[in-house]
């Protein structure tokens, strides 16, 4: 167990996570964020600690019922201590995965509302990584922000962190003994306790790789290079995938082709399902103007007209890669046959 530095009801952690949102750009200066809340330590602190740097803080609070009593009894602290808006999904279905499907159930489910906060933390991210690592090879880590509007404060803080942040506040949040069932919990009783007994400094060091930059592969390094080295005239490079580095003056740009969509798999207990490109006056879920949500999620404008669209009785419910929904899964085979969301 690491030790922390309890220091003024946590204002040292405070002035990090203000850093880091800087640091990220995920919040305007007191700006509105819906915080996404279970009741536990980690997005209690996430509600608290937004509201003591001054951004104008939301709570909404998802009860799946999935742990009866305990599942009521989440939603009763968020409601009463958080002051969350709570929503009802108990009857709803889930697909595939259900650690994913969840997920994708709290996002679909809150679209529309603005900037979303998650309470994702540093811990989280170790617990990611080694899954990746272990699933396909990747260290990929969470992303500060995704490109739906969900932003996550809090991934330069430890769990242990929010523990402590919490009890120096007076907050009791809810402990939900449920994680210890999934591949997150096994992970997370089982992998890390070892890395740590190996080296202090394991964990910090995973979560260091999901900083790191993906390096190119040697070829296309080669390749532009050589193009750098280039001292006259306008040099071209093509680097594959339709996309071309082109050389002028001093200058060095990259020149994107057409945008080719690859196969998409759609997963749904909706038969009326239809995947078209954009029309005049679309609204996702009949609330935010599409036009709004690539704005947001920066696709060029180029590309919009040719973006696809999940639409269920002619609304559409889905725009794959930006907006889930739970009534949708979106996924893109990969080589091997694998599928990525």
Known sequence: MRAYRRHNGGVELLDRIEEYIRRHELIEPGGDVVCLVSGGADSTCLWHALGRLGYRVSA?????????DESEKDADFCANVLHAEVIDARNRPLLGNEEAALRD??????AGRGLRATGHTASDQVETILYRLAASGSTRGIKPRREDSVVRPLLGVWR??????????????????????????????????????LHPAAEENIRRLADERPRLPRGMEDTLLELLSSTHGTKYADLGREIRAVREYDRVSLD????????????????????????SGDRVRGRRKLQDVFVDAKVPRAE?????????DEEVVAVPGIVEDARVRVTRPTPGGRTET
């Open 60 to 68: 909404v609070h998802i009860n799946h019922g999935l742990r009866g």
């Open 105 to 110: 159930l709290r996002y679909s489910l809150t």
């Open 160 to 197: 242990e962190e929010t523990e402590v942040y919490c009890a120096e506040n007076g907050l009791e949040p809810r402990l939900d003994t449920s994680n210890a069932d999934t591949l997150r919990g096994l992970i997370r009783s089982e992998i890390v306790p070892p890395l740590r007994r």
């Open 256 to 279: 994107r082709g057409p945008v080719r969509w690859g196969p998409w798999l759609i997963e749904s207990t909706e038969p009326r399902l239809e995947v078209r490109t954009r029309r």
């Open 304 to 312: 919009r007209d040719d973006w696809p669209v999940v639409v269920l």
